[in-house]
């Protein structure tokens, strides 16, 4: 169950990570407002996970999701270059993230 809240905080991290630059540097309200609830999200189901599982790997896979995912967001939806070696990337950070994750906690 923990790992299942690493993983939506991830997510949630995109999240907040693409509404910070549809914020425009809070200048927009929508946006800005997503971000807040995004960033509250994911925040607080790390933080609720952490009381479970060990903090390098949790911290490491709720960051690799958060990377991974707005990068990924960003080439489909807004944009951004897209290069082999910005794919050969992301799938090392995905690949570290399973990693990670089947390196067990100690709790």
Do not use: N
């Not at 290069?83 to 050969?88: F, I, N, Y």
């Not at 799938?91 to 067990?104: D, R």
């Amino acid at each position: 169950m923990a790992w299942l809240l690493v993983v939506v905080a991830g997510l949630l991290e995109t999240g907040f990570a693409v509404c910070l630059k549809l914020s425009h540097g809070f200048t927009r309200l929508w946006p800005t407002i997503a971000f807040a609830c995004f960033a509250l999200g994911s925040f607080g189901l790390l933080t609720l996970a952490l009381r479970r599982l060990d903090v390098g790997p949790a911290y490491a896979v709720w960051t690799g999701i958060g990377a991974a995912g707005t990068a990924i967001y960003g080439m489909v939806f807004l944009d951004d270059l897209v290069s082999t070696l910005k794919l050969v990337s992301i799938s090392f950070v995905i690949v570290g993230v399973i990693g990670l994750q089947l390196s067990g906690s100690s709790h």
